[in-house]
């Protein structure tokens, strides 16, 4: 007996080598399939299909398939928690420093200058000072969501100098073991956005995420504050992110959520833009 599995991203070759000399036909073109495997495709409002027994996500959030109506019909939705817990890190790390150095308004500037060699060296002595951002030593991380990478990335920035606060009423008993004795606990999701310089979000898009980053909560931060978010773009409300930028009392929001044709990238007061059309810009601030 063969069983038959449909891929619905692209799935690394690694992952895919497991299936290699068994009974499986796997592939993106597989009619009648036994199995489902996908990372972000949305299934809500597709037709799955009656042979369909099982679906896999390579990736830990499941918000993009409806496990509700799965599990009416007896099929078992699986995920991979903490498979890319490491990648995933490095990137809420990569984007830390972008935000913490000024790299991205930086690159920028730095990418516009023209002239001979003495007229650019002359005008990075004078503009460098604009881009000096801050050391993180001593500042503060909030952690929301402490499971697998939230783990990862706070005990990362203990490594770093920064102080951690850490919020998850969920936490396993595992994750604990992981964590860090030095993160300290936040007693609700205003305490640590009071007490922390930066906030980062690491849990999965329902109901009671959605916003979680609020206007209110961004105005509870230490001036000027960086938001990450490398988990889900509905858990913070762009909107507000807007606001607080244009006030001045957000330092960054780093995200990988594209949600415009035209990433504005601001420090403080100061705006550099990727220049469209006037009309095609300003919706969502990125760095």
């Not at 503009?127 to 990478?149: Q, S």
Request: proline share 6%; aromatic share 6%.
């Amino acid at each position: 007996m063969s069983y038959r599995i449909l891929t619905m991203n692209q799935i690394s070759p690694r992952g895919l080598s497991r299936f290699q000399g068994g009974p499986y036909h796997v592939g993106a073109g597989v009619e009648r399939p036994d199995a489902i495997l996908l990372r972000s495709a949305d299934l809500h409002g597709v037709t799955i299909p009656p042979t369909v027994r099982a679906i896999g996500r390579a990736g830990a959030g499941v918000n993009n398939i409806p496990v509700d109506d799965m599990s009416r019909r007896g099929i078992p939705v699986l995920n991979t928690p903490g498979a890319n817990a490491n990648a995933v890190k490095e990137l809420v790390l990569g984007a830390l420093f972008l935000a913490a150095r000024n790299l991205g308004p930086a690159w920028l500037f730095a990418r516009g200058l023209v002239g001979d060699d003495a007229a650019i060296e002359d005008a990075v002595e004078k503009g460098k000072k604009t881009f000096v951002g801050f050391e993180l030593p001593g500042r503060t991380l909030g952690v929301v969501g402490l499971g697998a990478i939230g783990v990862e990335v706070a005990n990362a920035a203990l490594a770093l100098g920064m102080k951690v606060l850490g919020y998850d009423p969920q936490i396993t008993v595992r994750r604990a073991w992981q964590l860090s004795s030095n993160v300290e606990q936040a007693l609700s999701l205003d305490d640590l956005f009071t007490r922390s310089d930066v906030v980062t979000v690491h849990v999965p898009l329902n109901d009671d995420t959605r916003k979680l980053v609020t206007g209110t909560r961004l105005a509870l931060m230490r001036k000027p504050a960086t938001i990450l978010n490398f988990a889900r773009a509905g858990i913070v409300d762009e909107e507000a992110v807007l606001t607080a930028l244009d006030a001045g009392e957000l330092h960054a929001y780093c995200a990988i959520f594209p949600s415009a044709p035209c990433w504005i990238i601001r420090r403080s007061s100061r705006c550099h833009t990727l220049a469209p059309p006037p009309s095609r810009r300003r919706k969502i601030v990125r760095r």
